[in-house]
């Protein structure tokens, strides 16, 4: 049960969207359509029939005279109208620009991107929590552990057809996510933005602001959340919105994880079912969740949910599946470890190999901390991991696909978008979640006894300084 590198996930729309560096949605504003500003769950139908000026406002349902304010959509200008019990009703024209920024990891798009992706991702304060004192070493450490960690994920880049489809994959969510919208009579701009490759997170802000979004929705494209995903690109966000006066207006609500929509567990549970029916016993068959890992420090000690939410994950969907009359057994295990770290385990490639000594013969992987295909999902799982558990005495491997564009899945995005934008509020004076690494002193002399031995290893290493020395001249 291979899977190509784009599965046909995602062929939805193409062409919706217009990209200024891949990222920008066009506007369309030929419909007319409403936002309410204070419901949670608005029906935008049912508000759309009514607001078609404020003529006919007063012969609108009581439930709709109550609604303080409304926005109605004509092309781009918005007319506002407020409802004030002593004055009665008043109107004043203002622009409403809905943007909703999706955020993902990025990834390289050629094996010459590689090491220079590898260096932002290394370089991030989240992926290596280096203490304060030692942050001057993050970049000269990148620069090493990049350089260090090219040549194999080179060969893990070119196995899949020389670089990640990430960017691919996330403009078509993009695209089907803004039609999805439109069929909820919500006209957003979709903008892609990455944390470690092009089109980068900043460049998607810049966008933003030159297309005077009024209200953003900011959705990682991560189910779980983890201070090294999600929890780093909305650093990067932050950052810039402190600096920026249009940011630090704007209203802005961030869907921090979204592993607990119905929407997300039903289409997990709909792909897990359709795989289970091509085995010869789907009965027999272990369902196998392989998350990617994050080192134990990250729970342990900094607090990451990303564990938590991960094994909430899984309850969930096993029990949309026990509903469905689906009684297979299951598993999760982690994989994708870097470095010399524990990390959160089982680790995936152990428990295939146990999984072979025990005898089971039939098993599903089902990738679930990512949307996309990927090079851990098409090079380590569907290459790696089966050649390891056909080795280890299982018979019968089968991969459920990520999620990409599937229908049910976008829908339930888009129900997300329109859900949060009631509660978009400016970010400059919301309390910043504390994801500082700095715990208490035995911490701190502990990371920095670790960071100066790492530092120390990694300097001595022969191969390291003749690779660096390579990439320096
Ligand atoms: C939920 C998803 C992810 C978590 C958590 C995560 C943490 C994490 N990752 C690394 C190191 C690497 N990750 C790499 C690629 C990569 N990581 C994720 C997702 C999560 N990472 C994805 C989707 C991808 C693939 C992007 C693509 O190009 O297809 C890589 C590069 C590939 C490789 O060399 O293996 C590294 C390195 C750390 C250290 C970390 C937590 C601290
Ligand atoms: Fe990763």
Known sequence: MEHGVLGSRCAAGAGQISTTNSMA?????????????????????????????SSRLANTSPVLKKQRNFSVRSSSAHVVTTFDDAKGVSSSVVEEKIGVLLLNLGGPETLDDVQPFLFNLFADPDIIRLPRLFRFLQRPLAKLISTFRAPKSKEGYASIGGGSPLRKITDEQANALKIALEKKNLHANIYVGMRYWYPFTEEAIDQIKKDKITKLVVLPLYPQYSISTSGSSIRVLRNIVKEDSYFAGLPISIIESWYQRDGYVKSMADLIEKELSAFSNPEEVMIFFSAHGVPLTYVEDAGDPYKDQMEDCIALIMGELRSRGILNSHTLAYQSRVGPVQWLKPYTDEVLVELGKKGVKSLLAVPVSFVSEHIETLEEIDMEYKELALESGIENWGRVPALGCTSSFISDLADAVVEALPTASALVNRKPDDTDSDLDLMHYLTKLFFGSMLAFILLLSPRLISAFRNTML
Request: overall charge positive; proline content about 3%; glycine content about 6%.
């Open 25 to 53: 949605a066009t506007s369309c504003g030929k419909r007319t359509s409403t936002s309410v500003a204070s419901s949670p769950k608005h029906d935008v139908k049912s508000l759309q029939l009514a607001a078609n000026g």
